[in-house]
């Protein structure tokens, strides 16, 4: 299935505008998880090839289809008590309706950025990051530059 080319940057934009106005009454939880995955959204923009960034980022957007629906389940009643509160859960609304085509659109971004899913035990194990850093603990050891030198029956010394 071939999938429309959507910058990052618009999926951004359109849920930050939609939480905007989805937070104009409805404060508290439901702002601090929306705004949490946009600003994951905006690391994934600002680090481009880092499979981690996106792979959060599409984490949240599930995480927050359902918190969302939790919340407005919950709160529904008592927002929609006048006009800007049926605005304001309409818009949470709506965010919540664009989110699973969201998930799709970024998932896509994750697999371009050498990712897949984790469908096996080791979920929290090393990161799948795809850089030209080496790490630590890297099975590449560089060469020794204390390296022993050994004499003919002498005792090995160390150069410091």
């Known amino acids: 299935m071939e999938l429309p080319a959507v910058n990052l940057k618009v999926i951004l934009l359109v849920h930050w505008l939609l939480t905007t106005w989805g937070c104009l009454l409805n404060s508290g939880s439901y702002a601090w998880s929306n705004f949490t995955i946009l600003a994951l959204g905006v690391w994934a923009v600002a680090q481009r090839d880092s499979v981690d960034a996106i792979g959060m980022f599409l984490g949240g957007l599930v995480a927050t289809i359902f918190l969302d629906i939790i919340y407005i389940s919950i709160f529904y009643q008592s927002l929609a008590s006048s006009d800007t509160g049926r605005f304001s859960v309409g818009m949470a609304i709506l965010s919540l309706l664009l989110k699973p085509f969201s ?31 080496q790490t630590i603990d890297s099975s590449d050891s560089p060469a020794a530059p204390y390296a022993v030198v050994e004499d003919k029956g002498q005792a090995a010394t160390r150069g410091y």
């Open 103 to 133: 998930c799709c659109l970024v998932y896509h971004m994750h697999r371009e950025r050498g990712g897949e899913l984790p469908l096996r035990p080791d979920f929290f194990g090393p990161s799948q990051e795809h850089s030209a850093y």
